[in-house]
């Protein structure tokens, strides 16, 4: 069954970039659309990008459009989300989430997370 584990997160100032990773395990991804959320404290969950199988058709929330780029590289079974302009209110744990379906499907399969921090 297909896992998924996040990596690349960590401290950032204000302004800086990181580049988050989602590798599979067990199963390839190549067929699933990955979608990416976040986590604050306090707050609910918030989807904020997904790519489709193929990475021909992505979408992002307004709240990171232009400053979030997701892409896939199905032969290293790896979904990547690259987090520029990094802003206080980007802190949170990044997740990873696999659906069979589409971008607006349920996503069964998540990963355990990975916490970015943005603080000068």
């Known amino acids: 069954q297909l896992q998924l584990v996040e990596s690349g997160g960590g401290l950032v100032q204000p302004g800086g970039s990181m580049r988050l990773s989602c590798a599979a395990s067990?199963?390839?991804?190549?067929?699933?659309?990955i979608g990416w959320f976040r986590q604050a404290p306090g707050k609910e969950r918030e989807a904020i990008s997904c790519?489709?199988?193929?990475?021909?058709?992505?979408t992002y929330a307004d709240s990171v459009k232009d400053r979030f780029t997701i892409s896939r590289d199905n032969a290293k079974n790896t979904v990547y989300l690259q987090l520029n302009s990094l802003k206080a209110v980007d802190t949170a744990i990044y997740y990873c989430?696999?659906?069979?379906?589409?971008?607006?499907?349920?996503?069964?399969?998540w990963g355990q997370g990975t916490q970015v921090t943005v603080s000068s």
């Open positions: 989430a696999a659906t069979p379906f589409d971008c607006s499907g349920d996503f069964s399969v």
């Open positions: 067990r199963s390839s991804l190549s067929n699933y659309p």
């Open positions: 790519i489709d199988s193929g990475g021909g058709r992505i």
